[in-house]
């Protein structure tokens, strides 16, 4: 058990995940060119389709209430806000970063593609009580909003998953009114994210066989803090800025990561769909005997890392 934890917390410090291709959402062993895929389909970028987020809308609320909620918070704190602030939020899921606006006195209109995921938002607001969130269906590449509208336009967790980085991009800032702030947040490079070589690793103790992945997911080309703020000045931002944060994801069950983390993102679910009663099992108990290795009986805190992108539009 000693040699088991010292790799596993060697792991957490690499930075370069070359002995394995990271899944969107997942780590998935790279098979030589000879080797038929075992598995076909089930990892054909189900992240580009709304209903496949639709689906995940139930556990993605579990799972951003205690991981993507912390960075939303940072992220209000990283520009000014006050009442009657016009905030827009892309790809806004269950509402992390509108709701964390809202709590400023922000008016806060929160758009996403899918109707699953605003739903389960627009009934957190009724809950909570919360006004100043409004939702509406919306591609996030091709926004149906005037120029020049918004104070402050955000994607946290969400632009990294477009098909077309740069147009999600375009948009943020053709929609925000001179002097106006974007907000982008990525995980960082896969290695400083816990929960995926988690995911990484328990696949491949299950041994579980997985379609190859030879190129990188998408959401890793926002990972790189200095290509970010690059791409974001190339697009035509005056200035930007990006940071670095991690959160520590805490909870008192091993059991609680299994529940969720395979069903929160298209991909992750679409692999745990396509598995066998037996191989669930072991991907599991794989999940559970990693955590339990290293952190005992609990409470389990997971480390995740992420980089925030502060971005002003020139004034005209
Ligand atoms: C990982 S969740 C992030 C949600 C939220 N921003 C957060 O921080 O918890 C990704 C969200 O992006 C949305 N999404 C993905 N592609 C999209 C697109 N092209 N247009 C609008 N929303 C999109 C998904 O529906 C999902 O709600």
Not at 103 to 108: D, I, K, L, S, W
Not at 267 to 276: I, K, P, Q, R
């Amino acid at each position: 058990m000693g040699n088991r934890e010292s790799m596993a917390e060697r792991r957490i410090d690499e930075d370069d995940p070359s002995e394995l291709a990271l899944g969107s959402g997942l780590y998935r062993r790279a098979r030589p060119a000879s080797e038929p895929p075992s598995v076909s389909n089930c990892s054909s970028d189900p992240e580009l389709r709304s209903e496949a987020w639709g689906d995940c809308a139930t556990a993605y609320e579990l799972f951003a209430e205690g991981v993507t909620r912390p960075f939303a918070e940072d992220a209000v704190r990283l520009v000014k806000l006050g009442t009657g602030s016009r905030v827009l939020d892309v790809a806004a899921g269950t509402g992390a970063f509108a709701l964390a606006a809202a709590r400023q006195g922000a008016e806060v209109l929160a758009t996403d593609f899918s109707a699953e995921m605003l739903s389960s938002l627009d009934e957190k607001c009724r809950r909570l009580g919360l006004t100043g969130v409004t939702t509406a269906e919306m591609d996030g590449q091709s926004l149906a909003l005037p120029d020049a509208s918004f104070d402050l336009a955000a994607s946290l967790f969400g632009l990294m998953f477009f098909a077309d980085h740069d147009r999600g991009l375009s948009e943020l800032h053709r929609v925000l009114k001179p002097g106006g702030r974007a907000i982008v947040a990525s995980w960082a490079s896969p290695a400083r994210v816990e929960m995926m070589r988690l995911l990484g690793d328990a696949t491949m103790q299950a041994m579980i066989s997985l379609p190859t992945a030879f190129e990188p997911p998408r959401w890793t080309a926002l990972a790189d803090a200095r290509k970010l703020k690059q791409r974001l000045l190339g697009l035509g931002f005056a200035r930007a800025h990006v940071v670095s944060v991690a959160h520590v994801w805490t909870f008192e069950r091993a059991q609680h990561l299994a529940e969720i983390l395979p069903l929160a993102t298209p991909s992750s679910s679409a692999l745990f769909n396509h598995l066998s009663a037996e191989e669930r099992g072991r991907f599991v108990a794989a999940l559970v005997d990693d955590l339990q290795a290293r952190q005992g009986d609990g409470p389990y805190a997971v480390t995740n890392e992420a980089v925030i992108a502060v971005a002003t539009k020139g004034a005209d």
